[in-house]
T-cell receptor, first 115, second 112 residues
Framework: DTAVSQTPKYLVTQMGNDKSIKCEQNLGHDTMYWYKQDSKKFLKIMFSYNNKELIINETVPNRFSPKSPDKAHLNLHINSLELGDSAVYFC??????????????FGSGTRLTVV | GDSVTQMEGPVTLSEEAFLTINCTYTATGYPSLFWYVQYPGEGLQLLLKATKADDKGSNKGFEATYRKETTSFHLEKGSVQVSDSAVYFCALFSGGYNKLIFGAGTRLAVHP
């Protein structure tokens, strides 16, 4: 049973296209996150949602739009893709009140390559 | 703001060598501290954690002790294996910012 699952695992697309990455968790957690990992492995939070409500929105271009239809799903839509968007995107989840004790559970990542 | 600093890699060791990866943090209050591991082509897995000063987290032979006086959480293992080759991330949970903040990661390569 996969706890946090992302699809697709790999995504290769041309500049200017619009693409979506999907994430689902079956842990019953109330908070979900998107992180971006650049080519140097640096991880930076992009968004977090708690029970479908946006609670963290870092300085991310507005071409990136998260959508949470329910607390088990958090999708990431990216418009007008640019070369600099190439990275690995990780979804994660946690029980907000227990994040300090247990940290986050991460998905296996989506490697986005923009050509 | 809150931040985590890790030693730069790569760290290259022979099998059975002793490992230390340094991690220091800056935070208001007393954050929880974590080590995550990322094996090639995979996501991040929680390796160990400590939630208060002097706590020692341990898992799979790895250990780290929460040192409030030196604001450090160094990762150690007495005898590394080839299978330990991965990228290791130190992280803190910032209650003030309500998010997990990562260090830059340290790549470990273990050779037979």
């Amino acid at each position: 049973d996969t706890a946090v699952s992302q699809t697709p695992k790999y995504l290769v697309t041309q500049m200017g296209n619009d693409k979506s990455i999907k994430c689902e968790q079956n842990l019953g957690h109330d908070t979900m996150y998107w992180y971006k990992q650049d080519s140097k492995k640096f991880l930076k939070i992009m968004f977090s949602y708690n029970n479908k409500e946006l609670i963290i929105n870092e300085t991310v271009p507005n071409r990136f739009s998260p959508k949470s239809p329910d607390k088990a799903h958090l999708n990431l839509h990216i418009n007008s893709l640019e070369l600099g968007d190439s990275a690995v995107y990780f979804c994660a989840s946690s029980q907000e009140t227990l994040s300090g004790n247990y940290g986050y559970t991460f998905g296996s990542g989506t490697r986005l390559t923009v050509v | 703001g809150d931040s985590v600093t890790q030693m730069e890699g790569p760290v290259t060791l022979s099998e059975e060598a002793f490992l230390t990866i340094n991690c220091t943090y800056t935070a208001t209050g007393y954050p929880s501290l974590f080590w995550y591991v990322q094996y090639p082509g995979e996501g991040l897995q929680l390796l160990l954690k400590a939630t208060k000063a002097d706590d020692k987290g341990s898992n799979k032979g790895f250990e780290a002790t929460y040192r409030k006086e030196t604001t450090s959480f160094h990762l150690e293992k007495g005898s590394v294996q080839v299978s330990d080759s991965a990228v290791y991330f130190c992280a803190l949970f910032s209650g003030g910012y309500n998010k997990l903040i990562f260090g830059a990661g340290t790549r470990l390569a273990v050779h037979p």
